[in-house]
């Protein structure tokens, strides 16, 4: 027998790099009932809609699950990172509110929590007939299962199963649910969303967490680092394919800090001035989105070449007047960051 979830948005459905924040938006979609004539709210009007101006010929679904997905990035404080290995690789520590990572080990519990919903995370201690059973259970009653393969990154959704072959369906980021033979093999933990909170995080929750986010103790010295090597390493390609990665980790996760701002969190203030910080900081990072297209005009970066370093980034380096612009620059996304970072306390300080 086969039983399946269907109508799962896949995922990403734009500029989503976090296979986490992607699949998890997804069952989140599913298990809150969205639909393509759900109102969506709107930051550039800041009002809800539907079918209205230049979107009404877009998918609206994809329009939330890309909200649920900047809403969560944001508020778990992933939002704000320079660097991949930021992120870490463990996922099961307990969310308190008291306590904050630098690297956001906690944000699978945090992400659920902010969601409101409880789970259950489970790895290989557990054996596979076991869990293949609470698989069954759980897309039985409608419940897609959120699962991490491998020792990266990379998670997926678990959207039916085959009792004949007695392997799930995995939904992968880009691809369309599959069996997979491999599913127990690979696994490395696995998530039950269960049952509802009674409450959720609340608002001032999530600011302390995103102000402690942009406050970390590596920041200035990964700050410090970049003026170093722009000053001091002769190597352009190595230089530049550094500066390219952080770059492209930056320039997408603060857009989306900006839409969740916007889109998300000002609708939840009904205060002016308390909506005057946060749209503020929206403004702030829309142009810390701008500004680090510049840095990827200077790298020769660009859409043309896939967004990776050209042929000539040697002699684009060999340049004072190159590395000193870029210097600049960087010092400008780094004093974002921490007039953000004002913006959101003196909003938390009227909460």
Not at 135 to 161: F, M
Not at 231 to 248: A, P, Q, R, S, V
Not at 274 to 286: C, F, R
Request: aromatic residues 12%.
């Amino acid at each position: 027998m086969t039983k399946k979830i269907e109508n799962l948005v896949s995922f990403p459905v734009d500029a989503q790099r976090n296979s986490f924040f992607g699949a998890l938006s997804s069952i989140l979609l599913y298990r809150n009932a969205f639909t393509e004539d759900t109102p969506l709210f709107c930051g550039k009007y800041q009002r809800s809609y539907i079918r209205c101006g230049n979107c009404k010929t877009e998918s609206f679904i994809k329009k939330h699950h890309l909200q649920i997905y900047q809403y969560l990035i944001t508020i778990t404080g992933c939002a704000y990172f320079w660097i991949d290995k930021e992120i870490g690789n463990s996922y099961n520590k307990q969310y308190r509110a008291d306590e904050f990572s630098e690297t956001a080990l906690d944000r699978l519990s945090l992400a659920l929590y902010a969601s409101g919903y409880h789970y259950e995370s489970m790895d290989k201690n557990t054996e596979a007939n076991v869990l293949f059973d609470r698989i069954r259970q759980s897309v039985e009653v409608g419940q897609p299962v959120l699962i991490k393969l491998g020792l990266g990154d990379s998670w997926a959704v678990i959207t039916g199963y085959s009792d004949d072959k007695c392997l799930p369906y995995l939904m992968k980021s880009r691809h369309s649910p599959q069996l997979n033979k491999d599913w127990y093999h690979k696994l490395s933990n696995i998530v039950f969303i269960t049952d509802h909170y009674d409450r959720t995080i609340s608002l001032s929750e999530s600011l302390k967490h995103m102000v402690c986010h942009l406050n970390t103790s590596s920041r200035n010295k990964l700050e410090q680092k970049i003026y170093q090597k722009l000053e001091t390493e002769l190597d352009g390609k190595k230089l530049g394919m550094w500066l390219n990665k952080m770059n492209g980790l930056a320039i997408e996760t603060r857009w989306h800090a900006s839409e969740c701002y916007r889109n998300t969190l000002a609708p939840m203030l009904d205060n002016d001035q308390y909506k005057k910080y946060i749209l503020k900081a929206s403004d702030l990072h829309l142009h810390f989105h701008d500004q680090a297209w510049q840095i990827w005009t200077l790298l020769g970066v660009s859409p043309q070449t896939y967004y990776c370093l050209p042929q000539n980034i040697n002699e684009l380096l060999d340049h004072s007047s190159t590395r000193a612009e870029l210097k600049s620059l960087f010092q400008e996304l780094f004093a974002i960051d921490r007039q953000v970072s004002q913006l959101l306390q003196e909003c938390l300080s009227l909460l």
